[in-house]
């Protein structure tokens, strides 16, 4: 299982960005999907996930109403709109595939067995 993801860069307060992963390799039909991020000095933090076979996203509070999370099952991506963004959005994103059992297990870091390599978004004020 590989995931690629792309989309990062460097872009000013207030503007949008679309991050993408694409998986190859097994099937990911059973598996949610998720986006976290890592700023510099700080630990790895969730930030949207999805279900892959019912579509159902959660968020964390930080991005809500900001950020959208979807897929498309075809072509085994993920995508990460992400809107309004701040400052703080200013992080390395990852794209991950597990099979967490709760909403609440899918924010967790451990319950993520594949992750792609990380983009690079920067927000500058």
């Known amino acids: 299982v590989q995931l690629q993801a792309s989309g990062g860069g460097l872009v000013q307060a207030g503007d949008s960005l679309r991050l993408s992963c694409v998986a190859s390799g097994r099937t990911f039909s059973p598996y949610a999907r998720a986006w976290f991020r890592q700023a510099p000095g700080k630990e790895r933090e969730f930030v949207a996930g999805i279900r892959w076979s019912s579509g159902l996203s959660y968020y964390a509070d930080s991005v809500k109403g900001r950020f959208t999370i979807s897929r498309d099952n075809d072509k085994n991506t993920v995508w990460l709109q992400m809107n309004s963004l701040k400052p703080e959005d200013t992080a390395v994103y990852y794209c991950?595939?597990?099979?967490?059992?709760?909403?609440?297990?899918?924010?967790?870091?451990?319950?993520?067995?594949?992750w792609g390599q990380g983009t690079l978004v920067t927000v500058s004020s």
């Open positions: 991950a595939a597990g099979a967490p059992s709760t909403t609440a297990q899918a924010m967790l870091l451990r319950s993520y067995a594949y």
